[in-house]
């Protein structure tokens, strides 16, 4: 039975969470298989709105297993009170399963995070501050705690003994703070343990047993495909692969069980943190874009960078990820404007580009190059069917489509459950 990918097709936030939504009912398993709490879903069920972190979006679902796979990398103290908030709310967690390979964020990675970027000045790469980079960093080094170093006191203590000598060097000598006590961070760590043992789980294992009995595994990537950290913006990028062929190696499960990889992707562009963004606005049509798609970070609540649609990017995700469907959402957003800009292609130092620029210089140095395509004034958010969308909407959306290289199988047309019209199957 079919494992199916979910990934960001822009510079993420495209609305992933309302994707994840829409089949909630329909898998057996959603998986969060990279990133940290460095990014955020929001969901819309009725007049409840849910902001996501850690969390895979499937636990809104009564019938779906939300898992935590091996990718992510985890802050125990963000996951609990996001575990507590949802059970204020009503929402059960006790089907959730962690990882016991996930890393752990540490202290000391959220120190050296902050301190790093207030370092780098102007040439900081917009990160959030929680210690995701420095954590990832850890894990490549083979340095990192795992979540199943928890429950080894012993294991605990000398990992944590090696990773302070040195991280407590850095943090006193070269950035001039203070120094943390192996002791404090030991204790706040095993106290999480009981509470974190009863969702550790073999999450590799158990999503391919569940392949193999005919279960449905939806895995759902954070951020997006420029944020990807071989094929985004580098360095303006993530420290995972948010990718679709990441979600093979951070979900513990093989190519070929992947049947579907669906896109998400904005039907204008937005961007949070540093980096080139060829189509972003920097007048009144990039604060109407904002307002209009109450375009703030879920975790950070920092502005989001707008523009209008680029296809070049659109169609680079459709390469590197193997995408087979389009979940294009905000549609809605474009409603009152006469003509809507669409980016097909570049101009940098005297020479035009179909796709995107092979090296950062030139792409850093990207003007876009506009189509206008015809607006729409309709309220479209009623809408239900394609067929109840303006001609010039339907059109828009078929453009777009052309030009991204893959078929948009379903369009967001506000930010409730309901308000999605499904052209063709997700699952």
């Known amino acids: 039975m079919p494992a199916i990918t979910l990934v960001g097709a822009q510079w993420g936030d495209e609305g992933k969470g309302k994707a994840t939504d829409l089949v909630g009912n329909r898998v057996d398993y959603v998986v969060r298989y990279q990133g940290g709490n460095n990014a955020g879903h929001t969901v819309v069920i009725g007049d409840q709105k849910y902001a996501l972190h850690l969390l895979p979006s499937g636990i809104l679902s009564p019938d779906v297993v939300p898992v935590i796979a091996n990718g992510v990398v985890i802050d125990p103290a963000v996951l609990f009170e996001e575990l507590r908030g ?50 990832y960093a850890d894990k490549i080094s083979r340095t990192g705690i795992r979540v199943q170093d928890m429950f080894d006191p012993k294991i605990l203590r000398q990992k944590l003994e090696l990773a302070l000598h040195d991280k407590n060097q850095v943090l006193t000598k070269v ?105 972003e606005l920097h007048d009144e049509w990039g604060d109407w874009l904002r307002q209009k798609g109450g375009e703030y970070g879920v975790t950070t609540g920092r502005n ?41 292609g570049y101009q940098a130092n005297g020479t035009r580009y179909d796709e995107i620029p092979m090296t950062q210089t030139e792409f850093h140095h990207a003007v876009p190059v506009y189509e206008y395509l015809d607006g729409w004034n309709e309220d479209i958010s009623h809408a239900r069917g394609f067929e109840e969308l303006p001609k010039t909407a339907q059109a828009y959306v078929r453009t777009l489509e052309e030009m991204a290289g893959a078929p948009i199988s379903a369009i967001g047309v506000g930010p409730g459950r309901d308000q999605t019209l499904e052209l063709r199957s997700l699952v």
């Open 86 to 135: 949802l059970r204020d709310r009503g929402v059960s967690t006790e089907r959730l399963l962690v990882s016991a390979n996930a890393h752990m964020i540490m202290p000391y990675h959220r120190a050296l995070d902050k301190v790093t970027e207030r370092f780098l000045g102007k040439g900081r790469i917009g990160t959030t501050g929680r210690g995701i980079g420095p954590t």
């Open 175 to 279: 950035f001039n703070r203070r120094g943390l006590e192996v002791e404090q961070v030991f204790d706040e760590y095993m106290g999480y343990a009981e509470e974190l043992r009863p969702f550790v789980a073999d999450t590799s294992l158990e999503l391919n047993k569940a392949l193999d009995a005919g279960k449905t595994v939806y895995l759902e990537g954070s951020q997006g495909t420029l944020l990807d950290i071989d094929h985004g913006t580098y360095p303006f990028v993530t420290s995972s692969s948010p990718t679709a062929g990441g979600a093979c190696a951070g979900a513990g499960i093989g190519p070929t069980r992947i049947t579907k990889v669906v896109g998400i992707i904005k039907a204008y562009t937005t961007r949070v943190g540093s980096g080139p963004f060829p189509t």
């Open 304 to 344: 989001r960078r707008c523009g209008w649609f680029d296809a070049p990017i659109a169609r680079y995700a459709t390469r590197v990820n193997g995408i087979t469907d389009f979940f294009l959402t905000k549609l809605d957003v474009l409603s009152g404007l006469e003509r809507i800009p669409v980016c097909v």
